[in-house]
């Protein structure tokens, strides 16, 4: 109750935040070079956790060509897609959500990189449709009561996405779902590579490098960790202890330092238990045996 509690006033700070520096004209754009269809890869990887949960297949589809790469700003373009696909997730109850992504080249304007997330959910009325994207507004009273939320998602993912030089807009027929549809300028595509099968494209990190060699090996080693935490001090511990390290906690660097003389024995081995309180110095000091 704490953790689910938790997570929505830290939602709830996120969005007053993010609005207020919208409305404020402080919210930065970048624009930087980056891949639109590793991006969708890494976020259906993260919100299929949700769909799992609620019993949902998520699904992606990328009709090409695709640009390789477009230049826009990934941060928030994730924050975007991120929104309404936790949304479409929420509010379906069983079904599916399906992510479409697309190049739209009109005459005479910028092309444009255009993403859309349907659902087979609860859907809305054309009343509804027209005051979504208010801010602290949902479909209707009893929405908040049964799904939560602020009522500002849907208002900043607009606002982002008109930043980023498109739009975000709606179609939705009440009990049969809603598709959103979200557009953002893509930059120069002049000799940007154009990717006819985009899904067999997606760039995966090879198996035999070093973080997998790592993890396969486990950590045959003493560790001594400075963290005055005691949540963080379990956590650490835990993660450190279950790769196969043996792990000493201080709680501050001095602490360390004076351990690492104490305990530390010609041969290179670390010895000792949890050691005494002092103020804060994070300090991470790791001898392989």
Do not use: W, Y
């Not at 993010?18 to 890494?42: C, M, N, Q, W, Y």
């Not at 950590?219 to 963290?227: F, K, N, Q, S, V």
């Amino acid at each position: 109750i704490i953790k689910r509690n938790g997570e929505h006033l830290l939602e709830i700070i996120n969005d007053i935040l993010d609005i207020s520096k919208i409305e404020a004209g402080k919210i930065e754009i970048e624009r930087i070079r980056f891949s639109p269809v590793e991006l969708v890869t890494e976020i259906a990887k993260l919100m299929r956790v949700r769909a799992d949960a609620a019993g949902l297949d998520l699904t992606v589809l990328h009709e090409g060509p695709l640009p390789k790469t477009i230049e826009s700003d990934p941060t928030r373009l994730r924050q975007i897609l991120v929104n309404l696909i936790g949304n479409a997730i929420k509010f379906t109850k069983e079904g599916s959500v399906e992510i479409r992504t697309r190049c739209v080249r009109r005459e005479g304007a910028e092309p444009q990189l255009q993403f859309d997330v349907t659902d087979t959910g609860i859907g809305m009325t054309e009343e509804h449709v027209r005051k979504l994207f208010q801010a602290f507004s949902q479909a209707d009273t009893s929405t908040t009561r049964k799904f939560g939320g602020t009522g500002l998602g849907l208002s900043i993912s607009k606002r982002l996405a008109e930043m980023l030089g498109g739009d975000v807009t709606v179609e939705s027929k009440l009990g049969e779902g809603s598709m959103f549809r979200v557009t953002v300028t893509a930059g120069r595509l002049d000799g940007v590579k154009m990717l006819h099968d985009p899904t067999s494209a997606t760039i995966v990190q090879p198996e035999d490098n070093m973080a997998a060699k790592g993890d396969a090996a486990g950590l045959d080693c003493r560790i001594l960790l400075a963290e005055d935490g005691k949540d963080n001090q379990r956590l650490i511990v835990h993660v450190l202890k279950k790769a196969g390290a043996d792990v000493t906690v201080v709680e501050n660097g001095k602490l360390a330092v004076d351990a690492a003389h104490r305990h530390i024995d010609p041969g290179g081995a670390l010895h000792g238990e949890v050691l005494g309180q002092a103020e804060a110095v994070e300090i991470l000091i790791a001898n392989v045996a």
